[in-house]
């Protein structure tokens, strides 16, 4: 038996129901996915994309109808990605499905729907009560994000030895024996505090997880400005960033395409593509799927583990 995946749909004025169709042959032969989607919102898409929806489609019925308006924020659209994602949640939980990978959703249309999530991971956090971690990457690179999406004049705030070591440890359970560079915060990882303190707090939460785990596993302050060069990744392949543009500003810049978003630390396997929902492109035919493709495959290695 193939495992079965949960697909959420994302928002469908977005280009992640494209991805899933151009996708559906390729994958199929590796797993069995099961689409969070309707028969009339589907077939609303296909018309759209001027495609033939293949035949072993498998749905999971999820209510509500409206109209797809390509590359248009709407409420209605970001209320059924939510739907969708729930569904798919729900799959995992009743082990009627064995992974959840999700499409992108539209952070302003879940506003739009009185949605108060900033995304699909602080969802899933505030849903299992768990402290998920959201990382980001493929095997030439990941990252890991210590903080992901808020402002970044609050950061600071957040960098204290506790919240970073119980941080650590999480991801040593989800990954792993993996060697991993931590970055500092400020420009020089502070420069022994000429230029901020906050590093002291983080290197005090590496040294205490090391002696937890009785290896030397993590490694830093990393100075941010030196740490994705060719020269330092020939020796470390994770990381943790402190914030969110510290970590994926290098990683999109090297990685793009290929690499996907994955939830660790939750009692569900949940990856997703890691890309927006290209409004831009949105059913022209346009949208690339290795990303997804690279999701599927992360979830299917999580489920053999």
Not at 114 to 138: P, Q, S, W
Request: aromatic fraction near 8%.
């Amino acid at each position: 038996m193939k495992p079965k995946i949960a697909i959420s749909v994302g928002d469908l004025n977005g280009v992640g129901i494209e991805i899933a169709l151009k996708s559906h042959e390729t994958i199929s032969k590796i797993c069995t996915p099961i689409y969070c989607i309707n028969n009339t919102m589907l077939a609303q898409a296909a018309k759209l994309l001027d495609v033939t929806l293949p035949q072993d489609l498998e749905l999971f019925e999820v209510e509500g109808e409206f109209t797809i308006e390509p590359g248009v924020v709407s409420k209605e659209s970001g209320l059924y990605s939510y739907d969708s994602f729930m569904t798919a949640i729900k799959l995992c939980e009743t082990k009627e499905a064995d992974a959840v990978v999700t499409m992108p959703i539209h952070k302003e249309a879940w506003k739009l729907a009185d949605l108060h999530f900033v995304g699909h991971t602080d969802l899933l956090r505030k849903y299992f009560n768990k402290e998920a971690i959201m990382m980001l990457g493929c095997p030439e690179m990941f990252v890991a994000l210590f903080t992901e999406h808020m402002p970044l004049r609050e950061v600071p705030s957040h960098i204290k030895a506790d919240k970073i070591t119980t941080f650590l440890l999480d991801l040593h359970k989800s990954i792993g024996d993996k060697e991993v560079a931590v970055l500092g915060l400020n420009p020089h990882a502070g420069d022994n505090g000429v230029l901020g303190d906050e590093e002291r707090e983080i290197e005090l939460a590496i040294a205490d997880v090391n002696k937890q785990i009785g290896k030397e596993l993590f490694h830093g302050c990393i100075v941010p400005d030196i740490a994705f060069t060719p020269s330092f990744r020939k020796n470390f392949n994770y990381y943790v960033a402190m914030y969110h543009d510290q970590g994926l500003a290098p990683l999109k810049a090297l990685y793009f395409d290929e690499s996907v978003n994955i939830s660790l630390n939750l009692p569900i396997i949940r990856t997703s593509v890691d890309h927006g929902t290209a409004f831009d492109i949105a059913y022209k035919n346009q949208a690339k799927t290795l990303s997804y493709l690279n999701g599927i495959k992360s979830a299917l290695s999580f489920i053999n583990n």
